[in-house]
């Protein structure tokens, strides 16, 4: 395209009705810790 | 644009890239000012009225050839992607899969900023006890059902002032390992001032990963963490954690620091750690009310112009080939959670407990002392109505608060942090809003990173908006 450029492969539509394994690391949001937020994560299942 | 529409993209300038973030598929589109002024009005299906509002600046001929590809995006569902609902895949209840232990209610330092009262957490100092640190053990295995991977977080006050219940409780979990075939990833967090060359290698040897507390450049760090006494601790732990570092071969750790409003130029702070040699960083925004290091309202332009040095200095240190791993500018953008992930958040009251030195279970560790939120014990459970808490705890996810449920930050936060919430609106369906409001630059800093960097890496770097906001 010449006035747009999709940078990902995104997957969020295609995890509304899957995923929830839950093997995924713990995601703490707080400023205490270093706050792993959602998305900065990776899925577990894809690693 | 109709209303509707609008809440379905996130368009944004940064670094003088112009962003498309379709919020309901995660597709992140680098775009021309053409597109940006475009997305002012296109909903999908009103090209003419497009045509109509922008005829002025841009030519028939290149709207048509623009909106032709807004359409292609369209159709794969990469605009305008259709709301997301709960899966089916989202438990009704949650599984423990991970635990933090207050090892030490009790701390050898004494930052200003510490939310735990300097590891007191409004109580007695105190430390955990190997039943305690046991219980928590088998607690975990037992709540975790047939997953697999479990984690705990030997976290305080200090934790390496309670070392013997941290060998003990790391002996258990890999016998427990052994015989349950669960996986434990094990984390522990330091100030760094009782680091030495004995728990350092028994750190090492035991695979424990390690979160290191500093706050960037020596002054700073001495003004917000002296000792007990008193006494600046900067030059001791950076010793102590160069040590910790080498022995492990730069791997498994983070380096964190926290800002305040006494260090808005946090940049410094990052580059001062990047140049100790320090190469996996982070730095938090401090969470706290009514105090002189709060962060304010009043300071977010100056906070969101700090984020925009921040990228700059990322980005250049990185084409440089003296890149460092940035905790929140690390995305992978198609690999991201599930949905599912996304709704559970950070699991704090029904995924993730926090246990306090005498076995008590707390939605998570910044609860911890917050008497109403004590949901049971390691010992014996949860509480009578306890149950109540985790499964309010669970439902409340983004599509379920009225803040969150058309913030176009949803997927990326997952609502952001309870125990914020709690302190500052006293219900953790109410985030903090300047949490939020900072949560969200550093977001768009995150896209724009990694947007960058993926053209970078295809070649494409020439691809730039005409004009530019920096």
């Not at chain 2, 005829?55 to 292609?72: C, P, T, V």
């Not at chain 2, 770097?461 to 004009?467: E, H, S, V």
Request: proline share 3%; glycine share 8%; aromatic share 10%.
């Amino acid at each position: 395209m010449k006035h747009i450029q999709t940078v990902n492969a995104p997957t969020l539509q295609a995890t509304k009705n899957s995923g929830g394994c839950g093997e995924c690391q713990a995601s703490c949001q707080s400023a205490c810790k270093t706050s792993c937020t959602v998305g900065n994560q990776v899925c577990e299942s894809k690693k | 644009m109709n209303k509707e529409m609008s809440k379905k993209i996130h368009k944004f300038v940064q670094n003088g890239m112009y962003i498309l973030l379709d919020i309901n598929s995660g597709a992140v589109h680098v775009i021309d000012e053409m597109i940006y002024d475009i997305m002012d009005y296109f909903d999908g299906e009103n090209d003419t009225e497009v045509i109509n509002n922008l005829s002025d600046k841009y030519s028939e001929g290149d709207l048509q050839e623009a909106l032709s590809e807004l359409h292609s995006l369209m159709d794969i569902n990469q605009l305008f992607a259709p709301d997301i609902a709960v899966p089916p895949t989202f438990k009704e209840k949650g599984l423990v899969k991970s635990l933090c232990l207050m090892t030490a209610h009790d701390c050898n330092m004494r930052c200003k900023y510490c939310f735990g009262d300097t590891g007191e957490y409004g109580g007695e100092r105190q430390l955990m006890s190997e039943e305690v640190g046991k219980a928590a053990v088998d607690y975990i295995i037992s709540h975790s059902g047939l997953r697999k991977h479990c984690e705990i977080d030997f976290f305080g006050g200090e934790p390496l002032i309670n070392m013997p219940l941290v060998k003990t409780v790391t002996e258990y979990v890999r016998k427990r390992e052994q015989e349950t075939g669960k996986v434990f990833k094990l984390t522990l967090t330091t100030n760094g001032l009782a680091l030495h060359d004995d728990n350092i290698k028994w750190l090492n040897d035991n695979n424990i990963s390690l979160v290191l507390s500093t706050d960037g450049r020596k002054e700073t760090h001495d003004n917000m963490r002296p000792d007990c006494g008193g006494q600046p601790t900067y030059d001791k732990i950076m010793k102590n954690f160069r040590k910790c570092v080498d022995s492990r071969h730069g791997e498994n750790y983070y380096m964190r620091g926290t800002y305040t409003a006494e260090n808005l130029d946090f940049t410094q702070d990052v580059k001062a750690m990047a140049d100790a040699g320090f190469d996996i960083l982070s730095m938090e925004p401090v969470v706290l009310k009514d105090s002189p290091y709060a962060l304010t309202e009043e300071m977010l332009p100056e906070i969101f112009a700090e984020y925009d040095r921040l990228t700059e200095f990322y980005l250049k240190r990185h084409r440089e080939g003296k890149g460092f791993f940035f905790f929140h500018f690390n995305m992978d953008l198609s690999n991201g959670p599930c949905v599912a992930k996304r709704l559970a958040g950070c699991g704090s009251g029904h995924e993730y407990y926090a246990v306090a030195a005498n076995g008590d279970l707390y939605p998570c560790h910044q609860f911890v002392g917050r008497k109403k939120y004590k949901l049971g014990d390691v010992f014996n459970d949860l509480d009578e109505g306890a149950e109540e808490i985790t499964r309010y705890f669970r439902e409340s996810h983004v599509l379920n608060k009225d803040k969150c449920k058309d913030c176009w930050a949803k997927f990326f936060c997952s609502g952001g942090c309870h125990a914020n919430a709690d302190l500052f609106n006293d219900d953790i369906r109410i985030p903090y809003e300047t949490g939020c409001a900072i949560q969200k630059k550093r977001l768009e800093c995150a896209l724009a990173v990694q947007a960058t960097l993926a053209l970078e890496k295809i070649g494409t770097k020439n691809f730039t908006p005409a004009t530019s906001n920096c």
